[in-house]
């Protein structure tokens, strides 16, 4: 089926840095998402974005956070800078419409700010 | 405001039990979607049933949910289980926009 991919799949910084996260979605979706899941917990909506613009965000989606996808290449999110509790896995998601269209997501990448 | 609730965070069963997980919900929304997502462990979320059809019944693999907006509940059933069953449930809606929330999850745990 369609796959959404992420790079990096792990990444370890120090607070204070910068990171940027990479999506690499479903080809012909429209819609693309950022969801955060702190270990063993639910996940939690961050960011939606559509037709280059940022649709809705989430109260934890802070000002430290940004993000974009230029030139129709990678959906990026970006943290600067990173505090301790940005720490958890990051999922990318992609979907062709909305509704109830099924969302496709990512396999995660593992953020852990040291 | 709007909210999925799972009141069971951990389930244990023995392989070839049925098992019930639940999930309700709490919205003004009348047009909603509702998911069942699968997460085993270290692998992205991925759907296992939607439904926003009112007392109609859904299935994949061997999974089964209905949507009762008399007692806003969608709770997923399975009549046996497998082993390769374990994993994290998340019933979730998209309460008639784009984004997806979340219930906490419940940890379906299958013994031999």
């Known amino acids: 089926g369609p796959k959404v991919l992420q790079i990096p799949s792990h990444q370890i910084i120090d607070m204070g840095q910068m990171v940027t996260l990479n999506c690499d979605p479903v080809s012909n979706h429209l819609y693309f998402y950022w969801y955060k899941q702190i270990l063993g917990q639910q996940m939690e909506f961050l960011v939606n974005?559509?037709?280059?613009?940022?649709?809705?965000k989430s109260k934890l989606f802070k000002d430290q956070f940004s993000v974009e996808r230029p030139d129709g290449s990678y959906f990026t999110l970006k943290i600067q800078p990173t505090a301790l509790e940005d720490s958890a896995v990051y999922f990318c998601?992609?979907?062709?419409?909305?509704?109830?269209?099924?969302?496709?997501f990512g396999p995660g990448t593992r953020l852990t700010v040291l | 405001g709007d909210s999925v609730t799972q009141t069971e965070g951990l389930v244990t069963l023995t392989e070839g039990l049925p098992v019930k997980l639940n999930c309700t919900y709490q919205t003004a929304y009348s047009d909603v979607a509702f998911f069942w997502y699968v997460q085993h462990l270290n692998e992205a979320p991925k759907l296992l049933l939607r439904?926003?059809?009112?007392?109609k019944r859904t299935e994949h693999q061997g999974f089964h949910a209905t949507l009762h907006k008399s007692s806003s509940s969608f709770h997923l059933q399975k009549s046996s289980v497998q082993l390769s069953d374990s994993a994290l449930y998340f019933c979730a809606s998209n309460y008639g926009n784009e984004k997806i929330t979340f219930g906490a999850g419940t940890k379906l745990t299958i013994k031999p």
């Open positions: 998601a992609s979907s062709y419409g909305t509704g109830d269209d099924e969302q496709y």
């Open positions: 974005f559509y037709n280059g613009k940022v649709m809705e």
């Open positions: 439904s926003s059809t009112d007392n």
